[in-house]
């Protein structure tokens, strides 16, 4: 396994409960970022990840979402209370480190809050 | 403020040689990358443009002008597996990427 991978590959949740995400970028690529893509538009930054450290949250919408690399590798989105408006993909992409490297993103996680 | 435009949908036919633009106003832009995207999958890698100029790679080629803010991807010799979305995407300076909305390209025999 090559490539970037998410699980699960489709979550399906009610209005109000929280969920994980999961995203096991390439080995030895130290930067993650995750975006998350609506029908229709281009991904939208959340966060990227330098080692294991949040180099720019910018782009997490409110206090609900958090992200997480612990050990600098594997990463964990995690959204509380979730809203139907947080349905999306959310996409992972890994890059081999800081400057003009090529992210290399992973097939997604179908999110639909119900 | 952050903005990136692409034409939403382009049609063209099997063979021929199709344009699309993208032009952008960022905070900052530390170059510019092109994305390929299937309905329904991840988006995979196409050019990088951090320099004015034209970069050419197989039936791709990619163009910057800074100056101008704007871009083109040109694809040669389409194929129906060309069929995708197209996305622009800036680099800023802290590494994150801002994509436009994506260019819906359909292929016709």
């Known amino acids: 396994g090559a490539g970037v991978s998410q699980t699960p590959s489709n979550k399906v949740t009610e209005k109000g409960k929280y969920v994980e995400l999961r995203c096991d970028p390439i080995s030895g690529h130290t930067a993650l970022y995750w975006y998350r893509q609506s029908l229709g538009q281009g991904p939208e930054f959340l966060i990227y990840?330098?080692?294991?450290?949040?180099?720019?949250d910018s782009g997490l919408p409110n206090d609900r979402f958090f992200a997480v690399r612990p050990e600098g590798s594997v990463s964990t989105l995690k959204i509380q209370r979730t809203e139907r408006g947080d349905s999306a993909v959310y996409l992972c992409?890994?890059?081999f480190g800081r400057g003009n490297y090529e992210q290399y993103f992973g097939p997604g996680t179908r999110l639909t809050v119900t | 403020g952050q903005n990136i435009d692409q034409p939403t949908e382009m049609t063209a036919t099997e063979g021929a040689i199709v344009q699309i633009n993208c032009t952008y106003q960022t905070s900052g832009f530390n170059g510019l990358f092109w994305y390929q995207q299937h309905a329904g999958e991840a988006p995979t890698f196409l050019s990088y443009?951090?320099?004015?100029g034209l970069e050419e790679k197989g039936r791709f080629s990619s163009f910057l002008s800074r100056s101008k803010g704007y871009s083109y991807l040109l694809l040669k010799e389409l194929q129906m597996k060309d069929s995708a979305s197209y996305l622009c995407?800036?680099?800023?300076?802290?590494?994150?990427?801002?994509f436009g909305t994506g260019t819906r390209l359909q292929v016709f025999p």
């Open positions: 992409a890994s890059s």
């Open positions: 995407a800036v680099r800023e300076d802290t590494d994150k990427l801002i």
């Open positions: 443009n951090v320099l004015d």
């Open positions: 990840f330098q080692g294991t450290g949040a180099a720019d």
